[in-house]
Each structure stands twice: as structure tokens, then as C-alpha cells.
T-cell receptor
Framework: QQPVQSPQAVILREGEDAVINCSSSKALYSVHWYRQKHGEAPVFLMILLKGGEQKGHDKISASFNEKKQQSSLYLTASQLSYSGTYFC????????????FGRGTSLIVHP | NAGVTQTPKFQVLKTGQSMTLQCAQDMNHNSMYWYRQDPGMGLRLIYYSASEGTTDKGEVPNGYNVSRLNKREFSLRLESAAPSQTSVYFCASSKREGDEQFFGPGTRLTVL
């Protein structure tokens, strides 16, 4: 079952903040975040692991609430280069170690 | 390092034709994946290979077969293409299951 991402789309001006949410109906082991620019391949941003360990990106932060089975990606002081579609991928406890991806959140940053 | 490479970049097939999508990685990764991406659907896993010599079905395996030829190469075969298989196909690899994935540039496939 795909995780649910919200919102589906966000439009910002440079310098504004955004939050993208990802929630699962199943207990999570980890959450992955990727960004995809139009016509390009997805690019890894970060992994959040159970217990709070986080690997990834310096300029973008995220949280993982294991009890609520959800993760949030925080984009602060957004730049034009942040535009793209953001995907979360979730690994379930007791499932395979392959993330199941959400449908994506489109982020557009205007000058 | 080329990373993950895919061939071809574009392909048009007629219904019923067969073809093989090629994927190779030069990062000495153990795990490799095939995804399809359709508008508004995100990335859906077709097949994956956790390590050389193993392959497993993902979420949408029907109509596809895979071969993990060696540690570097993982191919995806469409035996009898259908219009529903029109999509963008991405290959990815990771050091091991659960690690960050590195994606290839994609193959845009149209089935008429």
C-alpha cells in the first residue's frame, strides 16, 4: 500500500517555507525522501530510521514519528532549485527492505 | 563513474512486440530495482534483485520478466507489449536493501 503524501502541490515564493507530509497505514521501519526534477531521475535526499538516526541532506530537514507512522520534510527559506516533485518511500516493519513510494508532492518555487 | 546507465532512452513498440530494457551500474552495488512511473502514480516497483543470483516480484510484475545477468547488470523484458505498459521505466541500485537508491536516467516507452 502506497504511503499518502500531502499536500499534492505547493506553490511558494523564494524564501518561504514548506512542509511535506507522508503517512502510512502500516508500522514503519524507515522513511526515504527523494526529489525529482521534470524530465530527470529521482535523486536521494535522506533516510530516516527508527530510533531517530538520520542520513542525508544538510539543507533540508525531516522528522519521523514512529508512533504516528508519519514523516514530514521541512524546506526552509526555499530556493528556486527546490522546485520539483518530492517522493517519500516507506519500509514497513516486518516487510521487505524495499521502500514503497507515495504519489509525490509537486513543489514550485517562484522568484 | 557513470553511475546507473539505461538503454535505450526512448522506444516505440507495437502491441505484441517484445523488447529488453538494459541497466548497468558501476558502483559495485548489491541490490538493483526496476520501477515504472506513470503520471500521478509515483514510482511503482516491478521487480528487484537483492543480490546477484536472486530476483523477486514487486508491486506490479505482471507482463514483465527480469534477469540479473551479473552483479553489474539487471535487464527487464517485455514479452508481449501492451498499451498499458506505456510508461517511463527507471532502473536503480543500492549498496544493499534499504540503502539510498541511485537512479538511472530512465527509458520512455510507448506501446501503440
Amino acid at each position: 500500500q502506497q504511503p499518502v503524501q500531502s499536500p499534492q502541490a505547493v506553490i511558494l515564493r523564494e524564501g518561504e517555507d514548506a512542509v511535506i507530509n507522508c503517512s502510512s497505514s502500516k508500522a514503519l521501519y524507515s522513511v526515504h525522501w527523494y526529489r525529482q526534477k521534470h524530465g530527470e531521475a529521482p535523486v536521494f535526499l535522506m533516510i530516516l530510521l527508527k530510533g531517530g538516526e538520520q542520513k542525508g541532506h544538510d539543507k533540508i530537514s525531516a522528522s519521523f514519528n514512529e508512533k504516528k507512522q508519519q514523516s514530514s520534510l521541512y524546506l526552509t527559506a526555499s530556493q528556486l532549485s527546490y522546485s520539483g516533485t518530492y517522493f517519500c518511500g516507506t519500509e514497513w516493519k516486518g516487510g521487505s527492505y524495499i521502500p514503497t513510494f507515495g504519489r509525490g508532492t509537486s513543489l514550485i518555487v517562484h522568484p | 563513474n557513470a553511475g546507473v546507465t539505461q538503454t535505450p532512452k526512448f522506444q516505440v513498440l507495437k502491441t505484441g512486440q517484445s523488447m529488453t530494457l538494459q541497466c548497468a551500474q558501476d558502483m559495485n552495488h548489491n541490490s538493483m530495482y526496476w520501477y515504472r512511473q506513470d503520471p500521478g502514480m509515483g514510482l511503482r516497483l516491478i521487480y528487484y534483485s537483492a543480490s546477484e543470483g536472486t530476483t523477486d516480484k514487486g508491486e506490479v510484475p505482471n507482463g514483465y520478466n527480469v534477469s540479473r545477468l551479473n552483479k553489474r547488470e539487471f535487464s527487464l523484458r517485455l514479452e508481449s507489449a501492451a498499451p498499458s505498459q506505456t510508461s517511463v521505466y527507471f532502473c536503480a541500485s543500492s549498496k544493499r536493501e534499504g540503502d539510498e537508491q541511485f537512479f538511472g536516467p530512465g527509458t520512455r516507452l510507448t506501446v501503440l
